[in-house]
Nanobody, 123 residues
Framework: QVQLVESGGGLVQAGGSLRLSCTAS????????MGWFRQSPGKEREFVAA????????NYGDSVKGRFTIFRYNAKNTVYLQMNSLKPEDMAVYFC????????????????WGQGTQVTVSS
């Protein structure tokens, strides 16, 4: 059974930074692409970033390109999201997700989800 546990959310001022972490268990972490998504009240879930199983390939949503960085440390079964230059519109619950197949593309559907961590950005 896959478990994904996010941490690192909190309150930050606009222009500040936060680093989110997601630690996985129940899967061979190094074989799966991982992603971050976010959702604000009344809005659809939005893709934020994804990283391939080896860490060599990444993809970002247009709204976070140049400000957010996704990276992973396979020895710790953990994927991170470094968020810089935060804006009020980045405020959301951020979810970690694992790919649906081993060694799959970063563009594959994500099938396992964490509970989310709240990011609040004050203006």
């Amino acid at each position: 059974q896959v478990q994904l546990v996010e941490s690192g959310g909190g309150l930050v001022q606009a222009g500040g930074s936060l680093r989110l972490s997601c630690t996985a268990s129940g899967i061979t972490f190094s074989r799966y692409a991982m992603g971050w998504f976010r959702q604000s009240p009344g809005k659809e879930r939005e893709f934020v970033a994804a990283i391939g199983w080896s860490g060599a390939e990444t993809n970002y949503g247009d709204s976070v390109k140049g400000r957010f960085t996704i990276f992973r440390y396979n020895a710790k079964n953990t994927v991170y999201l470094q968020m810089n230059s935060l804006k009020p519109e980045d405020m959301a619950v951020y979810f970690c997700a694992a790919g649906s197949v081993e060694y799959g593309s970063i563009y594959q559907p994500f099938s396992s989800w964490g509970q989310g961590t709240q990011v609040t950005v004050s203006s």
